[in-house]
């Protein structure tokens, strides 16, 4: 089994839509959680951290839930320019190791 | 300021031969990553360095792989006797000491033939 699992799309999806993509990870000790964004052939780029009360940054909404074992992104509002693959990243061991999923792929179409 | 950088961004190279590639982090990032992302995949965690010292090796996938960092910077990443499915995107990121927010350079392209 995978350490972190997500569906990898994609999701097409027109503008203005709301999405939300799930996140489940394997380790119920895990202690931190991030959603990157990577454009094709890119680096990912961090989005946000996902703190335990659940945060907000504009039209994405970043919720934990401990007692499932799953991390949510939810974009609302979805613009173009939000086209790409989502990865969230957890942490396990007091930042000595990440995993990542594999992604997920959003198209976002006029 | 000035991100993380990595050099070079395109490697190609002959089975067999040994690899050497660089990351410089953003400067006063204690933490440095390596990860291995081949196409179409998610990132594959190879290892982590706290200054100077890497605490896990066991990500690295083969003893022909080997990271050193040096400086509490600068880090090489070694493959030897490369082999084709060492062919991926080997991506370099950094991080403030308990941040845990990485930031990653762009990547270097290594394609074994």
């Known amino acids: 089994r995978k350490e972190v699992e997500q569906d990898p799309g994609p999701f097409n999806v027109p503008e203005g839509a709301t999405v939300a993509f799930n996140c489940t990870y394997s380790?119920?000790?895990?202690?931190?959680f991030f959603w990157y964004r990577q454009d094709c052939r890119k680096e990912p780029k961090l989005l946000m951290s996902v703190y335990s009360s659940g945060n907000e940054d504009g039209r994405f909404t970043a919720q934990l839930n401990r007692a499932s074992q799953y991390i949510s992104l939810l974009i609302r509002d979805s613009k173009l320019s939000d086209s790409a693959t989502y990865l969230c990243a957890v942490n396990e061991d007091n930042f000595n190791k990440f995993y990542f999923g594999s992604g997920t792929k959003l198209n976002v179409k006029p | 300021g000035a991100g993380v950088s990595q050099s070079p961004s395109n490697k190609v190279t002959e089975k067999g031969k040994d690899v050497e590639l660089r990351c410089d982090p953003i400067?006063?990032?204690?933490?440095l990553y390596w990860y291995r992302q081949s196409l179409g995949q998610g990132l594959e965690f190879l290892i982590y360095f706290q200054g100077n010292s890497a605490p896990d090796k066991s990500g690295l996938p083969s003893d022909r792989f080997s990271a050193e960092r040096t400086g509490g910077s600068v880090s090489t990443l070694t493959i030897q006797r490369t082999q084709q499915e060492d062919s991926a995107v080997y991506l370099c990121?950094?991080?403030?000491f308990g941040a845990g927010e990485q930031y990653f350079g762009p990547g270097t392209r290594l394609t074994v033939t």
């Open positions: 990121a950094s991080s403030s």
């Open positions: 380790n119920s000790a895990s202690q931190s």
């Open positions: 400067s006063g990032h204690t933490a």
